[in-house]
């Protein structure tokens, strides 16, 4: 069962409260996002925080909005971000993105999502899981979000995501209709030459070519050390690092 709390190296998440705990994938994201030319960022379903806080430690002077559905995890978002560093540039509003959208915020510069996954399978019996897990009529939709990133996403901004491989396949059809394209992949496997977990692919307005790399998370064979790309990205954040 997982902990009620994560410890990083400069701030604690708090998540009794939050369906989705805190996760290598989310970790993963908060860290290789790009954040250059970073002035104002939304983290969408922010759940505990997590992103937002990891954007905050990274990038000095961002202001950071951050949207959250589930109320309970709302409110544990809202207090992760009060009780760090950071907490005067953290906004955590519990909203759904629809709802949030028709505040008419000011563009953004940076987008980060870590979106619900499983648009097929059986949806959780736990509904606050589901929510967090699986799209739906009444979750965050694949064309909801991209409608929604086209909208207030600056023109030069960059929307960053992380999604299994043929979920992000689906998304990238979707932002396609909205002109916003494949600039960066990151391919996420467990350890070298397994099959491909995740991708976290950066989208923009104005692209050339979709510039990919790949990251394992483990070393090979039954090593179970990081692997040393991992230690680097994610060094100044967990603790063992």
Known sequence: MPNDYFR????????????M?????????????????????????????????????????VE??????????AA????????????GRIRVHALS??????????????????????RESLRSPDAARSTARHTAADTLSFDALA??????????????VLLPPLEMQALAAEMATVDLLPATQLVVRHRPG??????????RREVGSTWETGITIREAGNNEDYSTEFKELLAGFYLAL
């Open 21 to 61: 705990k805190v996760s290598t994938d989310a970790c993963l994201l908060g860290a290789a996002a790009d954040l250059t030319g970073a002035t104002r960022l939304l983290d969408i379903g922010t759940g505990t925080g997590l992103l937002a806080l990891m954007a905050a430690q990274r990038h000095p002077t």
């Open 194 to 203: 397994s099959r491909v977990l995740r991708h976290i692919t950066g989208f």
């Open 97 to 118: 993105l629809a709802e949030f959208a028709a505040t008419q915020p000011a563009p953004f510069s940076h987008i980060i999502c870590n979106p619900p996954f499983f």
């Open 76 to 87: 544990q978002a809202a207090a992760n971000a009060a009780a760090s560093p950071w907490a």
């Open 147 to 160: 409608a929604f990133v086209a909208g207030f996403l600056q023109s030069d901004g960059l929307f960053t």
């Open 64 to 73: 950071i909005e951050a949207v959250e559905i589930d109320a309970a995890a």
């Open 8 to 19: 990083f190296q400069q701030f604690r998440i708090e998540q009794s409260q939050c369906a």
